[in-house]
């Protein structure tokens, strides 16, 4: 069975040297302890971290105590009985990988739903820097051989790119935008004629100037093609084994990760 690993950056904004965006070495996490207990939320999680000098690596098992039942169910011979479970204890049973290489700046996680966590650990043992998780697309060259035509453009500001038309609609002091997007519509405009606009929006948003860039077009056969965050990741497959419980064992997938990434 494959496990599907997705690729992002870590940026680090230093809230103390003059450098406004870097990227993460092995002294962000020098300080993070091997073993983390985090309640957050209705989740507890349990991590595990090693640090070596090429890369980061982080394992965590959670779930939450609630809902419990009262009563569970045998799934072989149908009957019931009352539920032994404590309100405070949990079953471990779901799992999220992170390893973070160095040298190639990249992050490589399971799923990006449990980047949050990842970000709360950071801060809490880097208190002089701010991170922030952004995913990594297929280059730019691979999405523009799909694409024939455009029929909407959108993206967001993301670092002051519409600072002064901001200011301006900051009518009462209290009712400036929190998020300025923009929404271009098109009726089916040939690629060519956004080939100098393109280039310039995937360098924006590579400079963290735009975020939540979306591209809306078709293909040559005229069905629909869509760049966002959830089509055109970067990712890689590996085949690790599993335990007796039937949950990942860990130092496989970290193991066929790291077999995968030197090969990369």
Not at 96 to 108: A, D, E, M, N, P
Request: glycine letters at 2%; aromatic letters at 14%.
């Amino acid at each position: 069975m494959k496990l599907i690993f997705y690729k992002a950056r870590i940026i680090q904004k230093s809230t103390t040297k003059p450098e406004k965006y870097n990227y993460p070495t092995k002294e962000d996490f020098i300080n993070i302890p091997p073993t983390l207990h985090i309640t957050k939320k209705n989740n507890f999680y349990k991590g595990y971290t090693e640090i070596t000098d090429e890369y980061f690596w982080l394992y965590i098992e959670y779930n939450s105590p609630n809902p419990r039942r009262d009563m569970i169910i045998d799934t072989q011979t149908q009957q019931e009985r009352e539920n032994t479970r404590s309100k405070t204890e949990v079953e471990l049973s779901k799992q999220g990988f992170f390893l973070y290489h160095y040298t190639k700046q990249i992050l490589y996680i399971k799923s990006y739903d449990d980047k949050k966590i990842l970000l709360d650990i950071l801060r809490k043992h880097n208190a002089n820097n701010e991170y922030k998780i952004e995913s990594f697309y297929e280059s730019m060259a691979e999405f523009m051989d799909v694409l024939d035509s455009i029929q909407e453009i959108k993206f967001a500001d993301a670092d002051g790119l519409f600072g002064e038309l901001r200011e301006h609609l900051n009518i009462d002091q209290d009712s400036r935008p929190d998020t300025f997007s923009v929404s271009l519509k098109y009726e089916d405009r040939s690629k060519s004629r956004f080939e100098q606009f393109l280039p310039f929006l995937f360098e924006a948003q590579d400079k963290c100037s735009i975020k939540n860039l979306l591209i809306k077009g078709k293909d040559s056969d005229k069905f629909g093609v869509v760049f966002n965050q959830d089509t055109f990741f970067q990712k890689i497959s590996i085949e690790p084994q599993k335990t007796q419980e039937n949950i990942w064992n860990k130092e496989s997938v970290k193991e066929q990760l790291l077999k995968v990434i030197h090969n990369d």
